[in-house]
């Protein structure tokens, strides 16, 4: 079922997955234009009538904290529930509706067997809970270890929007507690720099160390904005938690290679790797990666002194999927190296590699390796040396190309696109474009519209036409396609690629 529209002039996604007449899954996205009021009573609404739901999520676009949105949900929630997700909601009202949840089991456990509501409503057995909430804290913390003791999945963000009090935040001791929740086997707690640039700064290597002694279950664990936590603590996880798989660090300024020094010791044999936005992160972390044979996806994206040197060493892997390279000291002559390798890459993220020219796209695709047969996904936005060369290249040449962005490319210009329309059509056991991202390519004209049009570009989905002579949304070429291809999403709003926060639907 999929709903984009509601009689209060709300917008509005919903997906929802049913078995036997009975919905089991509710996913509910809507853009923040009424009142709290008119929200909550249309959730109750439908809440009421979805009394078997096993999965809830409910996010609202362009929604401040200090709106209530979420208040009292618990009221209203089956007690089939497994997997809550809620975004924004504020943490004190988190905090209440946990309690609530809990009040609720210990009603249900010590009531008396002849009730029939007792026999029929087993009581809450979450397993799976994720906010994006205003802060994290040890109170946070508390009440989800001390309610909810079924949770094996557990996912928090929070995005301040002012440096959170040293009283009121998350602590080693709140990190601690964690083990009271004794399943867990996937943890992410992320403090995003959207609003300013905070971390938390009450958390030091006693806290990994804490955690990874209470929780050795973990199999992914995601951290970010830990800005006090080094080496050691980091290291911590990867040797204590034997069945980690996935493993990702953001915004950790005294993270270093230091930490995966001894990485052929650990007793984990991790598939995902993220380092983000690691200052001191080097190629020499990479080639202690490459000892992880089982490795599928490595995230390397921001760690500005990532270099070639670290290439010989990821061709090894023939396991790996997914590269992101994005922001490395990556040159033409690292490409070179990548194009030979044995690695079946089919996402490639190049963005922001400054030193890779036209001639190391081409380089890439004439590789006698594994990738120019594999990739289906490439990003090579905001890379000055990027032009219509490089284009043309991947239009004759990159057979498996569905997704390609070059936002930000200044120097790619008409030729571009008709390079991409026409080689669609002409060269056989070609995969289609369905995603295209020209976000601030301001060497384009109005004339590219007309590649879009019906006869081109026939498996297209979603275009990003932000920031380009393109967006006008008075154009009635853009009105003629939409209405040619209703199931084409246009993005005016620099989203990235496919609008991958989750939101897929644009006001026209």
Request: proline residues 3%; hydrophobic residues 35%; charged residues 20%.
């Amino acid at each position: 079922m999929k709903n984009r529209g509601q009689d209060d002039g709300s917008e509005t996604q919903v997906y929802s997955y049913q078995k036997n007449d009975v919905c089991l899954l509710l996913t509910l996205e809507l853009s923040y234009w009424d009142l709290p009021e008119i929200f909550n009573r249309n959730l109750v609404r439908m809440l009421t009538c979805c009394s078997y739901l096993e999965s809830v999520c409910l996010k609202i676009r362009g929604a401040e904290f200090d709106a209530v949105f979420f208040r009292s949900i618990e009221h209203f929630l089956p007690k089939t529930l497994k997997i809550l997700k809620l975004q924004p909601v504020i943490e004190q009202d988190a905090i209440h509706f946990i309690h609530e949840l809990r009040a609720n089991q210990n009603n249900l456990e010590t009531a008396e067997s002849g009730i029939p509501f007792s026999l029929v409503s087993p009581g809450f057995k979450l397993q799976s809970l994720s906010l994006v909430l205003d802060i994290i804290s040890d109170q946070l913390i508390s009440s989800i270890t001390n309610s909810l003791p079924f949770l094996t999945e557990l996912h928090l963000e929070d995005r301040p929007t002012k440096e959170p009090s040293p009283f009121h935040d998350l602590t080693n001791g709140g990190l601690q507690s964690l083990k009271f929740c004794c399943h867990l086997t996937h943890i992410s707690l992320i403090r995003s720099r959207q609003n300013l640039p905070v971390y938390f700064r009450r958390v030091n290597d006693m806290g990994m160390f804490l955690l990874s002694e209470g929780c050795k279950l973990l199999e992914s664990v995601r951290l970010g904005g830990f800005c006090r936590v080094s080496d050691a603590g980091f290291a911590s996880i990867l040797h204590s938690c034997r069945h980690l798989k996935k493993f990702e660090v953001r915004n950790a300024s005294l993270l270093s290679d230091l930490a995966f020094h001894d990485l052929t010791g650990a007793p984990c044999s991790l598939v995902e790797v993220k380092l983000s936005s690691l200052g001191l992160i080097t190629s020499e972390t990479v080639q202690k990666m490459a000892s992880s044979r089982r490795l599928e996806v490595l995230d390397l994206f921001g760690c500005r002194s990532i270099a070639d040197s670290s290439l010989s060493s990821i061709t090894c892997l023939d396991k790996l999927t997914t590269l992101n390279l994005g922001g490395g000291d990556i040159t033409d002559r690292g490409l070179s190296v990548l194009s030979q390798g044995y690695s079946p890459v089919t996402h490639l993220c190049l963005r922001g590699c400054k030193r890779v020219t036209d001639k190391g796209v081409s380089l890439l695709f004439h590789g006698c390796g594994v990738i120019s047969k594999t990739l289906t996904v490439l990003d090579l936005g905001n890379m000055p040396g990027i032009s219509d060369k490089a284009i043309l290249t991947i239009a004759a040449v990159g057979t498996g190309i569905t997704e390609l962005c070059i936002r930000y490319c200044f120097h790619v210009t008409d030729s571009s696109m008709e390079a991409l329309a026409t080689k669609r059509r002409l060269q056989d056991g070609s995969k289609s474009l369905q995603r295209l991202d020209l976000f601030h390519c301001s060497g384009l004209s109005v004339k590219s519209l007309e590649s879009l049009k019906w006869h081109s570009f026939q498996a297209l989905k979603w275009i990003g036409l932000g920031h380009t002579c393109l967006s006008g949304k008075g154009n009635d070429i853009l009105t003629e396609i939409c209405h040619e291809r209703p199931w084409l999403t246009l993005c005016l709003d620099g989203c990235e690629m496919g609008c991958h926060d989750g939101w897929h639907f644009h006001r026209p």
